[in-house]
């Protein structure tokens, strides 16, 4: 059986191009095979994926009702506090809502967390235990 | 500026063992970094980690609420239609809701979604424009 990964992340929006702004603003870069209804961005070895919310509710039979926590989050790892630091006030400037500012985690790391314009939970963390590969993806050991 | 990432997508689950196995049933891999509050599953170039859905809101300090749509989806996408079935019917067999049936879609593709032990959508598709590199990622055009 072929591995099985995640190719793409789809965040649903109220906004596109408020949040295609916002994204942009963090140094992510829409590929041309965006269209008006839909953003790909590229960074690092994974696309995020912005979509209307309704559109994205329909598109998968789900009821879209409001919602407060998502239970989902999406992590970028910093190799510094100090790059945490600057990850959060960067985001913050773009519009971005400060949820937890950052700070030690009883894990033994610095995280933060932010929402973008739609709600959508970013954590900015430190770990000194995780490893980067030359890609800059984590290497998690087996 | 250094090109932003996703390095890690965290579920928040209500059974940490039975998504575990959920996961691991579809082909994923525990890391030993896993421990019994958090699971890091590797496939391909991303983590995806499971986590208890209280405690990752308690985490990024949001309010637990209940939803419908949680307004994010994954997609891992497959290089032909057949690969689109099978993995939607190993994904029923471990265990997952089946939500939209294997069908062609607007865009030209072919989709499905099923919802994993806790809700989470996942998208299977098969998009006939996409073409991936030499480590399985999207190999999305500038």
Redesign the interface.
Known sequence: ????????????VNDLSRARRFYEA????A???SNENIV?L????????LYG?TA??E???????????????????ARSKAEVDAWFAEALAAGARA??PPQEAFWGGY?S?IADP????W?FAFNP?FVFDD????A???
């Open positions: 059986m072929k591995a099985p990964q995640i190719h793409i992340v789809t965040l649903g963090l140094g992510w870069k590929s041309s095979t790909f590229k960074g690092g070895s994974g696309v995020l994926a919310r994205l509710a598109d998968a039979l789900a009821e879209d009702l409001p919602n407060g926590f998502s239970g989902v989050t999406l992590a970028r790892n949820v937890k995280s967390y739609d709600g959508h939970l954590e235990y890609h800059g993806n984590l998690l050991p087996d």
